[in-house]
């Protein structure tokens, strides 16, 4: 009852699932198994013996007349019931077990007797689907024991269904059933997109469950609209808001996310789906199982709904622990939503709109939202089984005040990327921060922007020779920045070099390649970039391998405005680092002291007690932007394992903050080095190099330039803004000024919703090892480090490792 009880033949009392106590003078104690109700007051302690389940409304009225006006008696009849505590008794005997039942449906929100109907006129259709016939490379022992085993535990759902009461209707009238429970050997098995189909198509609901193995799946409920949840008036917490229930397909994609190394086993022999198991099981263990797949879909039945049902819920039954696992729908799933939504968003011009920066207590500043408010809107994209990221997690070597947090490997690395974090200081989605809060954060935003970053197949792509283009199209030489020298000694150069550094074949313009729009900011136009260039995996679409994507310019926000100033920050830092480091010019220092920052103070005692020296560098070029290198030394043995990080904020001081944090980020697998040269957790053999030999005697522009006074709060002249679109149009202002134009393709995926975009400007230089003529060479003379261009044979030949 929902609401005041009106003149009825019903026996009204407490519902059935309260115990019920009084202490005299004290108060009448509701106790049941979640919570206790205190009621006081002389009125309600008067009115609770007459509360027993023998009394129709007029009676209670005229029973408790001689102490309370019949006016009370239905006030107060009507706050028990409005606050669940008041039921409806069919009139007549009832059995003890239909009591229990009664009682359990109260307990779970439910009037006893409604939901005993509707689960008495329910039906259930129980059916299996079992591996697909094992082929000779899937084994065919395993195979037919987990078939087998299916179709065993079938038959045991079906008995078990049937011995609670529950009417189970036969293969020919499935079409009937209220509910499908479908027992299967994998969430992944491919037959179950046909069935789901079907049932999507009918509107009828149907219910997942893998009851082999050392843990029991159940869930999430799938096939009906959410409205069909609640027509029957049952109530409960849904929260569909008429939206439609994810479908296998979108399922099938959450959960491969979790299982990266088994898809890749399987593409690499060839097969599709997921890898056979062998059969495991114990009796026990499978009769759980089925008896709590036979409750799941008799509380479903009966009307019960909560928001866990549209979870996968999975049961370890060796801890007999439980967890929830959210299963969301892809607004752009070719099977139930729109695959035309990413093409239309790529398609569509950009549109950035005003938008205030939320102050972050913590120093982090300029961003749309708190580290804790992003996590709050983002953070269920981190779950061990459905999750965009398994995990987000500190990275346990060193000081907690590193706060190095990784969020898996990096998928930017390709097929080497399954390695492990210990491979290299960039083999992993990590985050930095002054805070733990801001790593994590950091270290999400960097996961789910470059899973954003690979190609999915509703790209919107264009095949054409560059010829043919005209003026829309931008050249990939002028993004790759490659001299023609480089493209001719590539074989020689690649051997010795990891992916990051290695040269593509020269461009053919008179070859048909992949092209996708994007937005220039700066002109207010489309144009096209080589779609290889800004897909991780967008390379060899057709089969040539002539750019190669990279993460540059690639960022998240909490906004589109966030993520495209974040993403312009960082060219202008990586072209910055890019001049500065293989011209190797004297850069002045940056006294950390007069910055009178306690974080900074604490970072310098922490490196101190690793036996470490920090330092810092203003870099910033001609553009204006403030850009910072900071660097950490050994000084306790000949290996200085010196450690890089980097910066770039319209802000010096986050400038400054995001260098030194990244520093504190690349730490932790050079921590352990001693000095015999072992000890490194690094395998990428440039930078292990580096870590052995690099010396700031040897690298002398890593030092400050001692014939310049070291760089001072203020010296940048900083225009603070509380917009983070008026960062960006200032951005737009300075690429104009340098007579480049800002390019912008929006990566943001819509069952993902975090706001990713890819910025490009033609002629900023990445940092890694790229020498064609222009910046590299005119931006030292133009801040007049240098009287001439710097020539190519003198450029530092140690190619930036990060």
Known sequence: ????????????????????????????????????????????????????????????????????????????????????????????????????????????????????????????????????????????????????????????????????????????????????????????????????????????????????????????????????????????????????????????????????????????????????????????????????????????????????????????????????????????????????????????????????????????????????????????????????????????????????????????????????????????????????????????????????????????????RYRDLGPDAVHPDAVQLFDPRQFAGRETWNRSHNSFQHVPEPFDEDAPVEWTPVWSLTAGRHRLLPTALLYYNGAGLTGRRYANAHSNGTAAGGSPEDAVLQGFLELVERDAVAVWWYNRTRRPGIDLAAHEDPWIAELQSVHRSLRREVWALDLTSDLGVPVVAALSRRVDKPAEDIVLGFGAHFDPRIALRRALAEVNQLLPPVLDARADGTGYQITDQQTLSWMRTATTAGQPHLRPDSGRRPVGPGQHPYTARTDLRADVAAAEEIVRRAGMELLVLDQTRPDVGLPVVRVIVPGLRPHWARFAPGRLFDVPVRLGERTTPLPYEDLNPVPLFL
Not at 292 to 308: D, F, I, P, Y
Not at 422 to 433: A, D, F, N
């Open 1 to 464: 009852m929902t609401a005041a009880p009106a003149d009825s033949a019903a026996l009204l009392g407490f519902a059935p699932h309260l115990s019920v106590e009084t202490v005299p003078g004290e108060a009448v104690y509701l106790i049941s198994d979640q919570r206790v109700t205190a009621l006081h007051g002389e009125q309600i302690a008067r009115l609770t013996p007459l509360l027993d389940g023998t009394r129709r409304l007029e009676e209670l009225l005229t029973e408790s007349a001689a102490a309370l006006a019949p006016e009370q008696t239905r006030g107060l009849l009507g706050r028990l019931s409005r606050a669940g505590l008041l039921a409806e008794r069919p009139a007549g005997a009832v059995s003890t077990r239909a009591a229990a039942e009664y009682a359990y449906w109260a307990e779970a929100g439910l009037d006893g007797a409604p939901a005993a109907r509707r689960l008495a006129n329910a039906s259930v259709h129980i059916t299996a689907v079992g591996p697909a016939a094992a082929g000779p490379s899937a084994g065919s022992a395993s195979g037919s024991s987990a078939a087998g085993s299916n179709a065993a535990g079938s038959a045991a759902l079906r008995a078990a269904a049937e011995a609670t009461g529950l009417r189970v209707v036969p293969e020919h009238l499935a079409d009937t059933a209220d509910l499908t429970v479908v027992l299967c050997d994998s969430y992944l098995n491919p037959a179950l997109r046909a069935l789901d189909a079907g049932h999507r198509a009918a509107g009828r609901p149907w219910l997942p469950v893998r009851a082999e193995g050392t843990s029991t799946w159940i869930g999430p409920f799938m096939g009906a609209r959410a409205e069909a949840d609640e027509e029957d008036g049952a109530g409960g917490e849904d929260g569909a808001e008429g939206t439609a229930r994810p479908c296998w397909s979108c399922m099938a994609v959450q959960l491969w996310r979790s299982r990266q190394a088994e898809a890749h086993v399987q593409r690499a022999l060839g097969r599709s789906g997921p890898l056979p198991r062998p059969a495991r099981a114990l009796p026990a263990g499978l009769l759980a199982s089925l008896h709590l797949a036979v409750l799941e879909a008799t509380q479903w039945l009966a009307g019960h709904r909560h928001s866990g049902q549209r979870d996968l819920r999975i049961l370890d039954g060796l801890t007999l622990t439980g967890d929830r696992h959210p299963v969301r729908r892809r607004p752009q799933c070719a099977d139930c939503g729109d695959p035309g939504l990413v093409e239309a968003r790529v398609s569509a011009p950009l549109v950035l709109a005003p938008r205030a920066k939320v102050p972050d207590p913590d120093g982090g500043g300029h961003r749309a939202l708190t580290p804790s408010a992003f996590l709050d809107r983002y953070g269920h994209l981190v779950d061990p089984v459905t999750g965009l990221v398994k995990e987000v997690r500190r990275d346990p070597r060193g000081p907690a005040f590193l706060n190095s947090f990784h969020a898996g490997h990096n998928p930017a690395a390709g097929a080497a990327g399954l390695a492990s974090l210990r491979s290299g200081l960039r083999s992993t989605s990590s985050g930095k921060g002054a805070t733990a809060l801001q790593a994590r954060v950091g270290a999400l935003a960097e996961a789910v922007e470059r899973h954003s970053g690979h190609l999915q197949g509703d790209e919107p792509l264009r095949l054409a």
